[in-house]
T-cell receptor, first 111, second 112 residues
Framework: DAKTTQPPSMDCAEGRAANLPCNHSTISGNEYVYWYRQIHSQGPQYIIHGLKNNETNEMASLIITEDRKSSTLILPHATLRDTAVYYCIVRDTGANSKLTFGKGITLSVRP | DGGITQSPKYLFRKEGQNVTLSCEQNLNHDAMYWYRQDPGQGLRLIYYSQIVNDFQKGDIAEGYSVSREKKESFPLTVTSAQKNPTAFYLC???????????FGPGTRLLVL
């Protein structure tokens, strides 16, 4: 049972910002939003996660709406190497909590 | 150079054979996971282990078996009972209760 919905695909031009949306309208108070990405035929790679506040690291920024029902992953200057499937995942922090991957959104960065 | 290794990268199996996929990590992580990915789909959890000598079934455990005799190793056996084993198999590990899972490069299993 998917807790998140993402568009199937999007594209952006190299050097521009890529804004990847995610809806999680049933998120509960103790659940975090995680983003992973998977480059073709490789294992997924952790990008970023957050609870309420916006987060930024060397890879991306995560913007979470005030009601926490949606979020946006921002790649500030997309490169061709950012072409991948991006997964938005909602997860609580219990000891036995597992990651549930949906189909994600395929980002294609064009030259 | 810490990380997760999976071998082999490609594996061929004849129908009716069992086959074991290797997963090793030197990150000193307590928890390890096995996922299956079919073309165009997300990952589905097969088995996971939070600690040595203990493991739990995930969402699609039927036809698979695992062992966790050592902290750094979590091999997955695809048995002949798994009727559709062709897939991309991914192993991951994390610190106990931690948010971030680290993934290996995957093994692609093909049934001949």
């Amino acid at each position: 049972d998917a807790k998140t919905t993402q568009p199937p695909s999007m594209d952006c031009a190299e050097g521009r910002a890529a804004n990847l949306p995610c809806n999680h309208s049933t998120i509960s108070g103790n659940e975090y939003v995680y983003w992973y990405r998977q480059i073709h035929s490789q294992g997924p790679q952790y990008i970023i996660h957050g609870l309420k506040n916006n987060e930024t690291n060397e890879m991306a920024s995560l913007i979470i709406t005030e009601d926490r029902k949606s979020s946006t992953l921002i790649l500030p200057h997309a490169t061709l190497r950012d072409t991948a499937v991006y997964y938005c995942i909602v997860r609580d922090t219990g000891a036995n909590s597992k990651l549930t991957f949906g189909k994600g959104i395929t980002l294609s960065v064009r030259p | 150079d810490g990380g997760i290794t999976q071998s082999p990268k490609y594996l061929f199996r004849k129908e009716g054979q069992n086959v074991t996929l290797s997963c090793e990590q030197n990150l000193n992580h307590d928890a390890m996971y096995w996922y299956r990915q079919d073309p165009g789909q997300g990952l589905r959890l097969i088995y996971y282990s939070q600690i040595v000598n203990d493991f739990q079934k995930g969402d699609i455990a039927e036809g698979y078996s695992v062992s966790r005799e050592k902290k750094e190793s979590f091999p997955l056996t695809v048995t002949s009972a798994q009727k559709n084993p062709t897939a991309f198999y991914l192993c991951a590990s994390s610190e106990q209760g931690a948010e971030t899972q680290y993934f290996g490069p995957g093994t692609r299993l093909l049934v001949l």
